[in-house]
Structure formats: C-alpha cells, structure tokens
C-alpha cells in the first residue's frame, strides 16, 4: 500500500488554489463532476476511447468570458487507449501537473488494476485507498469479512448447492459480459443444477465462476441502496451524513417481472432466466421509524472500518440492502466509495442531503465541499490517501 506520508509530501507540492477533481468516466463521473462544478473547481473525466462522447460533448462545460459556467460540467476530457491507461506514470505525471485530486469509482477499481492503484498510483485519491479491495467478494478480507467482525446482519451463506433448502441468489460474473454480473436464482438443488446448466449451455456463466460462486439466502423484499458520507474532519455536527437513497433497474430480471405469470411461462428456453445487470437506478425514501436502525448499522460500519482499515471510511459509501417482512434490514453489498446510483442526486441533491445542508446537495457536491472545506481548514490531508 502506497505510504500516506508519500501522498502527503504530493499533496504538499500541490496548488490549493487550484485544484482539479478528476475521476474515470464511467459510472458516477456526471455526479462527480457536476458537483464540482457547483463548488467552482475544474473538472477532467479520464475516458476511454470510443466512450467519452458523453464527457467531451453533451455534458462539456461552455463558460463565459468571465470564466462562469454557462452551460455543461466536464471542463476537460483526457481520451485514453485503454481506462488502464491511467495508471502509467506519464498519465499520473499530467494528473499531478493538474493539482488532480481523484475520486476513484468502480469502473476505476474494476478497469484498472488494484495493485498498481495501491501501491503505484501516486496521485491523492479522495477516499480510503486500502478499502477499495474489500469490494472484491473473492478477497479474503472483503466487505463480507468485515461485516462479520462488525457482526452486521448479512444474507446467510450457503457452502455447499446440495443444502439448498429454500430461496438463494448464486453470485458470480457474467461470462461475456466480465464486468457484469452472472447472477441466477434457485429455491432447491435440483433447480441449481438445472438453471446452472442452461446459463452455461448458453454462454452466460463458465463452470470455473460456478465454483467459486457465492450462494446466499434470498432476502424476500425491497432494496435500499443507503448512500452515506462520513467526514473526519467535521467538527460542529455528526460526522455520518444520509445524503440520499436509490434502488436498481436491473435488465432483464425488470422486464420478467413486467409480464404476467401466464407470458412468463410461454417464454423461449433462451428468455427464462432473467440477467441481473444494473442498468439505471431511481431515488427512494425510507419511512422514518427505520431511519435509525440505518444510522445504527451505518455508525457500525464506520467503527469497522477505523478498527480493521485505519483510518477509516473516508467520505461517500454505500449499504446496499434488502429488508425482510420484520423490517430488518441484511446487507448485501457494499461499495467503500461513491455508489453506482448517486446519479439520482445530480444538479437537484437528494431530499436528505438537501434537508441537512439546506440547499442541492449530491454524493458530488458534498464531495467537492468536503474538498473546500479541507483546503479552508488546512485538513486536506486527512481526507486523501
């Protein structure tokens, strides 16, 4: 793990009056950029070639000739041969040269590899460097292995396909789709081995992903993504902040459910089983009487993460949850930095993160304050790693 102290002594050869927040464009990029640009920082979204059209057209920022934005966001956009691309040292050079604070997302962690970001990406990233590997559900430390020492409330894991004595999810990547997911469901053995043997006849799963799959009871009832934001340097008010909520649009599990029972069943081999691939997302709120068993689990997970990862989660992070007929909530998922839905919040906030800054406030926005603040207070250096 690249030494704090490096990023520090870069940080310290660092412009504050002129930063840049950059981050991959891919994922939450619009979120991030949008909200720097409501906090009057420049903004660059590192694309891949052939996916930066968004970035460098449609969402480019246009200013006046007093420098004000009339229009757009992303003020630059950097077109790489591969997302990769990144990580050589000329790249991170240039990023460096910018005053570039990175804001990693999930198409950084899942294009790019996760030694180099540790170890050899000498540019200060928002956030907790060490606690991106946790995401890795392969890991030994992952977020699973976390959520157990902080005895949080997850899905029961199934070892073996041959107890299956009800509902589960098997979790594991899509074949062609790498970066997608492969999910499936199955209430009995005979079910598994059944709908595991068409997605491999049909390419969407491989047996050597089948092996190492998760298989996790199913938690019947809605998902709630929770998109929190913890700052260390917060001194007035609580550290832990909702800023917002969203749940999936996931293709094609949305579109079956779309279809009456009867359409269902008249569905070719190659249309039964439903993919689980998140394509979009919407906002939600929750009912206020559980808005503290969230706070409860939320501040959990913080202490967590200062016992095993010091120094802790840093900023935006996300529980993703199911919530049973009882109301309890089970922990299916967590990403240690900016979620994939906190597009929801872009330009308008979130009517949390609203409420509590009393004005737009998005995963991005409170981001790039954060950023302020820290060059404001001589802390920056506590919110990078």
Known sequence: MLDRDDVVRILENYDPSKLTIATIGSHSALDV?????????????????????????????????EGRLARGFVDETLVLSKFRDVLTPKIQARLRRMNAIFV???????????????????????????????EEREEARSY??????????????????KDIDGL??????????KLERGFFTAASHKEYREKS??????????????????????????????????SPIEADGDRLELLGIDWRFETSLD??????ALQQQTLLEGQKWPEYIVVGHNSATLRESSLKDVFEIAETYVRATREHFAPGIIGPFTLQTAVDKDLRFWIYDVAPRIGGGTNVHVS????????????PMSTGRRIALEIRRG???GKLTDLVT
């Open 255 to 260: 579109g079956h459910v779309r279809l009456p």
């Open 348 to 359: 308008v906030g979130h009517p949390y993160g609203n409420a509590l800054w009393r004005r």
């Open 197 to 230: 043997a068409a997605l491999l006849k049909q390419g969407v799963i491989s047996r050597e992903d089948l092996k190492t799959a998760r298989i996790e009871r199913y938690i019947i009832g809605p998902i709630f993504n929770f998109d929190f934001f913890y």
């Open 104 to 134: 990693p997302n999930r198409s950084f962690t899942s294009y790019c590899d996760l030694d180099a970001i540790e170890d050899a990406f000498r540019v200060p990233l928002f956030g907790s460097r060490n606690l991106l590997r946790t």
């Open 168 to 177: 589960v999810i098997v979790k594991l990547h899509h074949k062609v789709k």
């Open 33 to 65: 950029c949008d909200g720097a640009a409501e906090e009057s920082f420049p903004t660059l979204a590192v694309c891949e070639r052939g996916r930066e059209t968004p970035y460098a057209r449609y969402f480019r920022a246009r200013r006046d000739p």
């Open 375 to 377: 060059v404001e207070t």
């Open 144 to 161: 699973y292995w976390l959520l157990e020492k902080a005895k949080l409330p997850t899905p029961e894991r199934i070892e073996d396909p």
